[in-house]
């Protein structure tokens, strides 16, 4: 069985980092308005929702299947240093969702 190094949870911790920013991103462009309804005087509340979940949605479901794989590994071969990364990791995320949602 191999182990996970400290250098692949560096990797997945700066990987997770790079998926939050784009998550950020992501999110920001999708956002709760549309800018053509906005510009064209439309205030319309009803579909940005589901316009920010579709413009996320990618991400958070590759980022959720590489982590949740992640912890299982580091459970399983009970590598616990690799689990400090990977509680970093999640508050990485939570910290992307706090920023995205201060936004709306």
Not at 8 to 16: C, D, G
């Amino acid at each position: 069985m191999t182990r996970l190094s400290t250098a692949e949870s560096m990797a997945l911790v700066v990987l997770n980092v790079l998926g939050a920013i784009g998550y950020d991103i992501a999110a920001s462009r999708g956002g709760w308005k549309i800018p053509e309804e906005v510009a064209a005087g439309i205030n319309v509340t009803t579909g940005e929702p589901f316009i920010w979940f579709i413009s996320i949605l990618p991400i958070v479901a590759a980022f959720f299947v590489i982590n949740v794989t992640w912890g299982v590994c580091v459970l399983r071969r009970q590598r616990w240093k690799a689990g400090l990364y990977w509680i970093i990791a999640a508050a990485v995320w939570l910290g992307a969702v706090v920023i995205d949602f201060r936004h709306h």
